[in-house]
């Protein structure tokens, strides 16, 4: 499966990340692990994520108040799987 960040969620990934690290040295870093769990585990379980609207689906990052906003696209889903 291929992950995509669109333009703004990347800048606004590197925003909170650039906060965090001046908040505290080493947790910028901390929060994209973070984040990169939570891609992780959309890509391991792509349907489990909330749905939001329509095809949008919504993840909860584990430490930090984050979440990731996702579509998934061109997979069936595992109650359509024959």
């Not at 995509?4 to 990340?17: D, K, Q, S, V």
């Not at 040295?25 to 329509?54: E, S």
């Amino acid at each position: 499966m291929r992950v995509t960040f669109n333009e703004l969620a990347e800048r606004e990934l590197n925003e909170a990340a650039q906060y965090y690290e001046l908040e505290q040295p080493g947790l910028g870093r901390a929060f994209l692990t973070d984040a990169r769990r939570c891609v992780d585990a959309v890509v391991d379980h792509p349907h489990a994520g909330h749905p939001v609207l329509g095809t949008v689906r919504r993840r909860l990052c584990h430490r930090f108040p984050y979440a990731l906003l996702y579509t998934v696209v061109g997979m069936k889903s595992a109650s359509s799987r024959s």
